[in-house]
């Protein structure tokens, strides 16, 4: 059987008191994954995965990691299967682990899935990111000939990692621009406001190295398939 990671205890189940207390909040349902571990208090979680890199959580996020024979399997966030309502994240994990040896099957066993989810997929080549098919939950990350960091927002990846504002011309005039602020700051493309920031958007996918290095950036055949059509 698969050594089972399951942070569901940590779900915000529906509770009939009010929870007032304001670090709950801090970065709330958000994830980083880097070199360090994040956890800046007591409604945080961290877990050790492969290749020296630390995933750390936020307790309302749902949260899984399986391991079996040199393979880890994560799954954050809410997931759905429309075909077995029944099923919960950890169901879906354990179905998906049957097709996790190979990047691409593990890609087309997912394509039923709906929901706001991100998989993370760890083997002896390397470390694997994707998100939902329609990028509902996002993923920033960055990057050095050093060390890598991805999470849900980039001020996580701010808080510890050094970035510097864009300073591009163009980039900030698109930002100040009355339409930018009129049309509720619709953000188009991969850069971001923070330097060396990119977004992951749904039709990529990018690679941890085993040595830590710079993500090469992949096309998601079956994405761009759907796209075409």
């Given at each position: 059987?698969?050594?089972?990671?399951?942070?569901?205890?940590?779900?915000?189940?529906?509770?009939?008191?009010?929870?007032?207390?304001?670090?709950?909040?801090?970065?709330?349902?958000?994830?980083?994954?880097?070199?360090?571990?994040?956890?800046?208090?007591?409604?945080?979680?961290?877990?050790?995965?492969?290749?020296?890199?630390?995933?750390?959580?936020?307790?309302?996020?749902?949260?899984?990691?399986?391991?079996?024979?040199?393979?880890?399997?994560?799954?954050?966030?809410?997931?759905?299967?429309?075909?077995?309502?029944?099923?919960?994240?950890?169901?879906?994990?354990?179905?998906?682990?049957?097709?996790?040896?190979?990047?691409?099957?593990?890609?087309?066993?997912?394509?039923?899935l709906v929901g706001r989810w991100v998989i993370?997929?760890?083997?002896?080549?390397?470390?694997?990111?994707?998100?939902?098919?329609?990028?509902?939950?996002?993923?920033?990350?960055?990057?050095?000939?050093?060390?890598?960091?991805?999470?849900?927002?980039?001020?996580?990846?701010?808080?510890?990692?050094?970035?510097?504002?864009?300073?591009?011309?163009?980039l900030m005039n698109f930002l100040l621009h009355?339409?930018?602020?009129?049309?509720?700051?619709?953000?188009?493309?991969?850069?971001?406001?923070?330097?060396?920031?990119?977004?992951?958007?749904?039709?990529?996918?990018?690679?941890?190295?085993?040595?830590?290095?710079?993500?090469?950036?992949?096309?998601?055949?079956?994405f761009i398939k759907k796209l075409l059509r």
């Amino acid at each position: 059987m698969p050594n089972t990671t399951n942070y569901s205890k940590f779900m915000n189940h529906t509770k009939p008191e009010i929870d007032f207390d304001l670090e709950r909040l801090l970065f709330r349902r958000q994830f980083l994954l880097g070199p360090k571990s994040f956890t800046p208090n007591q409604y945080w979680s961290s877990l050790q995965l492969l290749h020296g890199l630390h995933l750390s959580v936020h307790n309302d996020l749902p949260f899984i990691s399986t391991s079996q024979q040199g393979v880890t399997l994560t799954l954050m966030g809410c997931a759905i299967d429309p075909y077995r309502p029944q099923h919960n994240e950890t169901d879906i994990l354990q179905s998906l682990f049957i097709n996790a040896l190979e990047l691409n099957t593990l890609i087309d066993s997912t394509q039923h899935l709906v929901g706001r989810w991100v998989i993370i997929l760890q083997n002896a080549r390397g470390t694997y990111l994707f998100t939902d098919p329609c990028g509902f939950r996002q993923v920033f990350y960055c990057s050095d000939d050093k060390q890598i960091w991805c999470a849900s927002q980039p001020e996580l990846i701010k808080v510890s990692k050094q970035l510097r504002l864009n300073r591009n011309n163009e980039l900030m005039n698109f930002l100040l621009h009355p339409v930018h602020i009129k049309e509720e700051s619709g953000w188009v493309g991969q850069r971001h406001y923070m330097k060396i920031v990119f977004i992951c958007c749904q039709i990529i996918i990018w690679i941890l190295s085993v040595l830590n290095k710079i993500a090469s950036i992949l096309v998601n055949p079956y994405f761009i398939k759907k796209l075409l059509r």
